[in-house]
């Protein structure tokens, strides 16, 4: 999608979003995980963040967000007619939107609960919308899609509804499972509770119709998954092995083949099932990892594709013949605070502490293992062939491009890290402290320097011999030369606002950084760091900024969701402005991959693409 915008001077400058590479499900141990797909079988759809994620089930990488709601989506799902979402958030409220159209245009916007929507499903005409979830005084309402009207009343239970499911054939039936262990049954139009199915011993986690409307199946905390008849709610029958059970532990999800005839279930104790409905015994059973990461908390049987998300987030496509894994979609399911890039890879680090290493082309994604961070990871740098990375315990971890596997060489700093850089050619390292300087060589500190104010961001020349530093609560830059093993401060230079993140271009003309105010800071290195007029700024405070490989632009974004981009060679020509590049997220780092294409990482857990031309 191109976006077309023009400025004062009449100049118009195009950008494209290239991709999304997008968050995993954002999930809660002992929570049961909702995945849904289209009428096609085509697409995927969760909910992740503040967005509402749709990927390709065929190409991952192929995929796009929803983020018009307020609060957090937490379920959403498909029309039958392919043409409509429905989604729900943590504030109750619902939103209906076009599928159709790259703006997903709002057909209906409501209050359907008065607390967090758990599950969302439609009746097989289209016309109505039945929701689940928390509330005062309802935790089910079902309403006409186009109006809003109440068309009837689904009600019995005393906790909050986990899932609903919807007759796929006339006549009409509607089953609601909740917290208070029973199953709610109703007929419909208009919706009317008939009875309450107490075969349960535990939270009921699931529950779904086969797509020919003969039975539903529902799955439990009680390790059962049991079968009920789909016209009038009367037990049939249960899935069970040798030991009586479905499962060792809880049941969180299940899911129909296209036939009815086989059934897909997740479960706690990290497998996935598959059963016979006729007869009720397990065909296979498929060990997903040992770890509490690898507990099953949703699964989705989508035409030819059958998949699972774990607690870890991950979303794995089985193989149900082979009873094997062929692919794992991988990510982040919390903010991104850290990006790097190099030859066409980007490497990333989440605020618990997870760093991956995403493809550029493909948006394929793998772990990095071994001694990784155990939290935060503060910030990140590239030298030569090595990542550098420190975190909030002031961990220093160096880790080889070549290698998935962190930790093969680490170190500490005494005090809080806010800022380093790194410089390849000389193997320096320069870590900002609390009111301290401290450098490396080759992974050995070597020097020490007390400072009397607070540093912030800093940067280091491209031929390693000078230091950049912000002050972080002054609007002041310092500047030292790199002397063999030490700092020797040389000047003082006065800012319009206190600098974040500083980088030197490549070609070493000029220094910018971002701010926290509205300016963008672009100094003149060969004119004494002389300030460059410039009529560029952002709305609010900015957080990342990075010079393009030949140093013809320089990008800056932070909070205000846009990511501006400044010609150094033309500074009076109006910015180029992406505007809502990560359109409910802080935006925390801003890198080039090329002269023409940028990544961007947010709080939104995505990783996004932009191209540009002018």
């Given amino acids: 999608m191109i976006y077309n915008h023009y400025f004062a001077d009449r100049i118009m400058a195009n950008y494209s979003l290239k991709s999304i590479f997008a968050p995993l499900p954002v999930t809660t141990r002992g929570q049961n995980f909702h995945l849904q797909t289209d009428p ?24 796009y967000t929803y983020t018009e709601h307020s609060g957090t989506p937490t379920a959403a799902c498909f029309a039958p007619s392919g043409f409509y979402i429905c989604s729900g958030d943590s504030h109750g ?57 109440s068309c009837g009343s689904l009600h019995g239970h005393s906790k909050d509804v ?34 309450t199915i107490t075969a349960h011993k535990n939270f009921v986690n699931c529950v779904r119709y086969s797509p020919t409307g003969a039975n539903f199946c529902t799955a439990s905390s009680d390790k059962r998954v049991l079968l009920f008849d789909g016209k009038t709610g009367d037990e049939l029958g249960e899935m069970k092995d040798e030991t009586g059970l479905a499962h060792k532990g809880g049941v969180m999800a299940l899911s129909y083949n ?21 007869t009720g015994n397990c065909v296979s059973t498929m060990e997903m990892g040992a770890e509490i990461a690898d507990q099953q908390l949703g699964c989705l049987w989508a035409g030819e594709y059958a998949v699972s998300v774990s607690f870890s987030g991950d979303i794995k496509y089985l193989d149900l013949k082979s009873n094997s894994v062929t692919k794992v979609l991988r990510g982040h399911q919390k903010s ?153 401060q040389r000047q003082e230079i006065s800012l319009s ?59 800056v974004a932070g909070i205000d969701t846009n990511i501006v981009i400044g010609n150094t060679s033309k500074p009076m020509e109006p910015s180029i402005k992406i505007l809502r590049a990560h359109p409910l997220g802080t935006i925390t780092r801003v890198r080039w991959l090329d002269e023409k294409t940028i990544a961007s990482t947010g709080s939104d857990m995505q990783v996004r693409q932009h191209t540009i031309s002018v």
């Fill in 93 to 149: 409220k619902v939103r209906i939107w076009d599928t159709t159209q790259e703006t997903h245009i709002i057909k209906y916007e409501g209050h359907g609960l008065s607390g967090p929507i758990r599950d969302i499903c439609w009746s097989p005409d289209s016309k109505r919308v039945i929701l689940g979830g928390a509330g005062r005084n309802s935790r089910t309402h079902c309403f006409l899609w186009d109006s809003g009207s």
């Fill in 497 to 555: 606002a206190a600098a974040t993140e500083i980088k030197f271009s490549p070609n070493g003309k000029f220094l910018g950084a971002a701010t926290v105010g509205r300016a963008i800071l672009l100094l003149d290195v060969e004119k004494s760091y002389k300030p460059v007029q410039h009529c560029w700024s952002t709305s609010s405070k900015s957080i990342s900024c990075s010079f393009s490989p030949d140093s013809s632009y320089l990008a």
């Fill in 40 to 63: 096609k079988n085509e697409k995927l759809l969760y909910c992740s963040g503040p967005a509402v994620v749709v990927r390709d089930l065929a190409n991952p990488a192929v995929c």
């Fill in 336 to 488: 991104i605070e850290t990006m790097e890039v190099k030859n066409g890879k980007i490497f990333t680090s989440s605020f618990e502490g997870r760093s991956s290493i995403y493809d550029a082309e493909t948006g394929e994604v793998e772990y990095f293992t071994g001694a990784s961070h155990k939290n935060k990871v503060l910030d990140t740098k590239i030298s030569g062939d090595t990542l550098v990375s420190v975190d909030l315990n002031n961990k220093i971890l160096r880790t080889p491009l070549s290698s998935c596997e962190m930790g093969g060489e680490s170190s500490s700093v005494p005090s809080n890290v806010t800022f380093f850089d790194v410089h390849s050619g000389s193997g320096i390292e320069v870590y900002c402290c609390d009111k301290a300087l401290i450098l490396f060589k080759d992974g050995t500190e070597v020097f020490s320097k007390d400072l009397n104010f607070a540093p912030n961001g800093c940067t280091i020349s491209p031929c390693g011999t000078v230091l950049a530093v912000g002050a972080k609560e002054d609007p002041k830059l310092y500047l030292y030369d790199i002397e063999g093993n030490s700092l020797v």
């Fill in 258 to 278: 296209t036939a009815g005839t086989q059934l897909l279930t997740a479960s706690a104790d990290k497998t996935v099932r598959l059963w016979d409905i006729e």
């Fill in 162 to 195: 986990n899932a609903v499911a919807h007759s796929p054939t006339r006549p009409f039936r509607a089953v609601t499972v909740s917290e208070d262990f029973q199953i709610g049954f109703h007929t419909g139009v208009p919706y009317k509770f008939v009875k």
